[in-house]
């Protein structure tokens, strides 16, 4: 996008959304969330849920809405308007963080996690505050996170059996440099955009494929034009809700409280709801006839990343934070 063009949707959505953290009554505070995903995906319902409390405990003064299906835009964009005040709370992937917070790139790097189970462990406890509170000098305060699943490279072509069928096909990837490097360095050629051109840009051929977890290949639609799923699992990145900090210092410190706690408490509800949709989403997918590789060895796709580690893993605190992901049992 252009900076007048940016300027301009910005304006555009400032006004559409008549300032965030608009007054509705004398006492209600109404916050803008957003999110990329359709309604009734488990990340749209957990934010729901996450108002849903806050109400309760606010006696009605703050409420949450939650516009899905990128109503209020692409998530890079809808960073930036978060940062900026206009959005109030934005449930996004860390991979488009990684050009911002400087840490989120650890959570992002391809087999840093060993399981899923491994990442909850990480982000449950001392490292994963870490790295929430790092959001805080880029105007944004890290509230809580959410499973993303794992993911899988899917395309139009062919099954992907070793790493050798992987070359020659352009593969969407999020806007992160890190990403790019990943496809790069596997064989494949990467081009990032935003998510809401991946569907067709497949169905053009403009590209052969790109990368998701099982509900996002589902609720995205892309399967039905990428009908080979390879289930390499090279990333396992955790998303983030996150509060624009000039909403956030709104509010008085007993509000605060109750939203932080409340974000908290809606990722054990976000869990259970992620597993349910894995489950139906793999059914859906599975069901319309998508060629599903599962037994592939990760092996030499681990191998093959050491590059990119290299590349991004250059200083002190980004090594320490690998070094203490890696220990964690
Ligand atoms: C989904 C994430 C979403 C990203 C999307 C993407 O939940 O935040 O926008 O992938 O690939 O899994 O862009």
Do not use: C
């Not at 959304?17 to 608009?22: D, E, F, H, N, S």
């Not at 139009?156 to 069928?165: F, G």
């Not at 939203?259 to 997918?285: D, G, H, I, P």
């Amino acid at each position: 996008m252009s900076i007048f063009r940016k300027v301009t949707a910005t304006i555009a959505l400032a006004t559409m959304l008549a300032g965030a953290a608009t007054a509705v009554s004398a006492q209600e505070t109404l916050l803008r969330s957003s999110d990329t995903h359709p309604d009734g995906y488990p990340t749209v319902e957990a934010v729901k849920y996450m108002g849903e409390l806050v109400k309760e405990r606010t006696d009605g003064r703050i409420g949450i809405e939650v516009y899905h299906s990128a109503q209020l835009g692409e998530e890079k964009d809808t960073i930036e308007q978060t940062q900026f005040g206009v959005i109030d709370l934005n449930r996004v992937s860390m991979g488009p963080f990684n050009n911002i917070v400087e840490e989120t790139q650890v959570v992002s790097l391809p087999y840093i996690f060993r399981s899923i189970d491994h990442m909850h462990k990480v982000m449950d406890g001392p490292i994963g505050d870490e790295i929430l509170a790092a959001f805080e000098p880029h105007d944004l305060i890290g509230l809580a996170y959410y499973d993303g699943g794992a993911r899988s490279f899917y395309n139009s072509e062919k099954p992907i059996k070793s790493m050798d069928d992987l070359k020659g096909l352009k593969f969407r990837v999020m806007q992160s440099d890190i990403f790019v490097d990943m496809v790069n360095a596997l064989g494949g050629n990467a081009t990032p955009m935003p998510y809401g051109e991946v569907y067709s840009s497949i169905q053009t051929g403009v590209i052969e494929g790109a990368e998701n977890n099982w509900p996002s290949f589902e609720s995205s639609k892309h399967f039905e034009v990428a009908k080979h799923y390879t289930l390499d699992e090279h990333l396992i990145v955790p998303e983030v809700l996150v509060m624009s900090k000039k909403s956030w210092e709104k509010l008085s410190p007993e509000d605060q409280e109750i939203v932080r706690t409340a974000a908290k408490e809606s990722v054990t509800k976000m869990r259970e709801l992620w597993q349910a949709r894995e489950a139906e989403s793999e059914k859906m997918v599975r069901e319309a006839g998508v060629e599903v590789v599962k037994d592939i060895d990760k092996q030499p796709f681990i191998d093959a990343m050491k590059p990119v580690y290299e590349k991004y893993v250059t200083n002190d605190k980004l090594k320490d934070l690998v070094a203490r992901i890696q220990a964690t049992e």
